[in-house]
């Protein structure tokens, strides 16, 4: 089995520590841990990681350095993965990764890394390349109310399988996650995208991405 390589940035040392300790024990190899954009860019392009565990707020503003560090480390070192973590659910963040970024890339809230077994598995499938998204942010953005919402139109099941589709699952992993067959699976699927207006895609990360899109207006 290939080890997954992973560079760690935040500007709070006990948090870097703790989480490259938790990866390091469960198997990563973590080339190195900084506490600012310019070292983890130079760290990055000196020795590519699969993927970056990055804080979303760092010095020296504390606002949106991680998706600074974020463009810079994709245009210099395009393989890379990107987790960016928040202390904060601030969808207009996340949207904004989704937006610019179309694979391998993540947003998650500090609190995951609690989730030992998880946060493992999405920091590997951020290496692959997929798309991870908190299930609070999901959640957040499903049920927000807005006029005229073409979710109205979903059936509580259907909602279920969009929150679940939003979170990057497969149809295989919606029917275990569910406990109904992947046939029964994708006819919800079917149906949610005629409900929204969008068009199927079988890529995981563009469904994604769809689902996304739509939340956001």
């Known amino acids: 089995m290939t080890v997954t390589r992973v560079a760690i940035?935040?500007?709070?040392?006990l948090f870097r520590e703790g989480v490259a300790r938790i990866?390091?024990?469960?198997?990563?190899?973590?080339?190195?841990?900084?506490?600012?954009?310019?070292?983890?860019?130079?760290?990055?392009?000196?020795?590519?990681?699969?993927?970056a565990v990055v804080d979303l707020r760092m010095p020296p503003d504390f606002s949106d350095e991680g998706i600074q560090a974020a463009e810079r480390v994709r245009?210099?070192?395009?393989?890379?993965?990107?987790?960016l973590l928040s202390q904060y659910v601030e969808a207009h963040h996340a949207l904004r990764l989704m937006n610019d970024f179309d694979h391998g890339v993540g947003y998650l809230l500090k609190d995951r890394v609690s989730d030992l077994v998880t946060f493992r598995n999405d920091v590997r499938r951020v290496a692959a390349g997929d798309i991870v998204i908190d299930p609070e942010l999901v959640r957040r953005l499903v049920a927000r109310a807005r006029q005229h919402?073409?979710?109205?139109?979903?059936t509580a099941r259907e909602r279920a399988v969009l929150a679940l589709m939003a979170q990057g699952l497969s149809n295989s992993a919606l029917s275990a996650e569910l406990h109904l067959s992947v046939k029964t699976i994708e006819a919800h699927v079917r149906s949610i995208f005629v409900k929204l207006g969008l068009e199927l895609d079988e890529r995981e990360h563009r469904r994604v991405?769809?689902?996304?899109?739509?939340l956001r207006t």
């Open 9 to 13: 940035a935040d500007d709070s040392v």
């Open 209 to 214: 991405l769809a689902v996304l899109a739509f």
């Open 23 to 51: 990866l390091g024990e469960s198997g990563f190899e973590v080339i190195g841990i900084v506490g600012d954009v310019d070292s983890l860019v130079a760290l990055v392009t000196a020795d590519p990681p699969d993927v």
């Open 75 to 83: 245009r210099l070192a395009p393989g890379v993965g990107l987790l």
């Open 149 to 154: 919402d073409p979710i109205d139109k979903l």
